[in-house]
């Protein structure tokens, strides 16, 4: 018997964004989320060019080589991410996350990287079919932290795996469709400020895909939606649901990012096929994965096994993209590239720009945040953060005020001020 597929989705800006970075495909076959990443506007045309890449998918699947079809539309788009960033240094750091599940009218075949969540409500139990490719995941795998605790983590979005990145292992399930599942798909910024239970009772109650995609929407927007918000609900039904169009939302929506995306993915798409007439190969080494996908299987399980070393290999790569204002080794208030932590006992952080102001002038509560790090949303907002910290102007409410005074070259310069200078 084969089943079929009764769909909405929305793609929300939320409350506090400027634009919106999450896309998303609703399709009969195939169904995906991607929360896109960077500064530059980079995040968006990485999530628009991912799905507008896999979105070729919403098809009948191929019985035989579904998982390597899946595999290599998320590779294209990976490839295409990357590419977009040799063309442009100043992209450097966009990715996104991406979970998708291809319907074979009895079987979903999920692809899964980032902290994009898939949820599924099955007679009235509620499970996340997911798991999240981020720092406090990892802690929680390591018992050092509890669930709730990574809920309230300050870097619980900070993500160890995203496409974009030149290594890219995304992780594939098969799960059965059963009539009456109910799957979530959405960004964290419904699964952030929305809690697990409030999710549950709204798919549980909902009369249709569409009535609990608005309502869960609504949830985050009256949570005050502090990122963007991407709901998916899609029904598994037995009956045919008539017609119903593919849908198209968020970032990949934007004519302008399309516009890109086409050119994108069609040099990428010539250079395969200037590689084809030559014989060799780019696409022999896009092929190669599929004899390797079975060493992935082990590699899979090996990275389970040794949590420490995905968390080396995984989350380099994304801390060079992350930006904070910390202390320097000399005291002073700077901007680091990477993690204002040891991952697994690496440091990752790198000096980009040191004030020369002493941390030791900022008021207790500031040099305290400063000494554990300043996360910043990108290098523009790190930079805007290290300026408001070290402005000499007056009335700086991060330094304590008679350096204030100090540093604004008052001409009369108090004594205690001095001290506050000097080592
Ligand atoms: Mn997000």
């Given at each position: ?64 080589s579904?998982?390597?079809?899946l595999?290599?539309a ?16 100043q ?109 549950a ?78 014989g ?77 102001r ?40 991060n ?25």
């Open positions: 018997m084969s089943l079929h597929l009764r769909y909405a989705a929305i793609s929300d800006r939320g409350v506090v964004r400027q634009g919106n970075q999450d896309s998303v495909f609703a399709g009969s076959h195939f169904i995906a989320v991607a929360d896109g990443m960077g500064g530059m506007a980079a995040g968006d045309l990485a999530s628009a060019i991912v799905i507008n890449t896999v979105a070729r998918l919403d098809v009948p699947p191929p019985p035989d579904v998982v390597d079809e595999a290599d998320v590779a294209d788009a990976n490839r295409a991410i990357r590419r977009c960033v040799a063309d442009d240094p992209k450097e750091g966009m990715g996104t996350t991406l979970t998708a599940l291809w319907f074979d009218g009895e079987w979903f075949n999920l692809v899964h990287i980032g902290d994009s969540r898939a949820y599924r409500m099955r007679e009235g139990g509620f499970e996340q079919i997911t798991v999240d490719d981020t720092y406090v995941q990892m802690l929680v795998d390591e018992g050092r932290i509890t669930a709730e605790e990574a809920e309230r983590h300050p870097q619980r979005s900070l993500l160890l795996r995203a496409l974009g990145a030149s290594e890219v292992e995304p992780a594939f399930q098969t799960i059965k469709g059963v009539v009456g599942d109910r799957l979530l798909l959405c960004s964290d910024g419904l699964s952030g400020p929305v809690a697990d239970a409030d999710i009772r709204t798919l549980q109650t909902a009369a249709s895909p569409q009535e609990a995609a608005e309502s869960l929407v609504q949830q985050a927007l009256d949570a005050g939606a502090p990122d963007n918000v991407t709901v998916l609900i899609a029904d598994v039904v037995a009956e045919e649901p008539g017609e119903q169009r593919q849908i198209i939302g968020g970032a990949a929506a934007d004519a302008r990012l399309a516009e890109s995306d086409t050119a994108v993915l069609r040099a990428v798409r010539d250079e395969e096929e200037a590689a084809e007439e030559d060799e190969s780019e696409t022999e080494e896009l092929r190669q994965p599929k004899a390797r996908r079975k060493g992935r299987v082990w590699r899979t399980v090996l990275a389970c096994l040794i949590v420490l070393a995905l968390a080396a290999g995984g989350g380099m790569w994304w801390a060079r993209t992350q930006y904070f204002v910390g202390v320097s080794d000399e005291g002073n208030i700077s901007l680091f590239r990477g993690l204002p932590f040891e991952v697994a006992g690496y440091r990752a952080a790198w000096i980009e720009v040191d004030s020369g002493p941390a030791e002038d900022a008021v207790d509560s500031v040099e305290a945040e400063l000494e554990a790090g300043r996360t910043a949303d990108g290098r523009e907002d790190a930079e805007d953060d290290l300026a408001a910290l070290t402005d000499p102007a007056a009335g700086n409410e330094l304590d005020p008679l350096c204030v005074t100090a540093a604004d070259g008052a001409e009369s310069v108090p004594a205690a001020a001095k001290d506050c200078r000097d080592d």
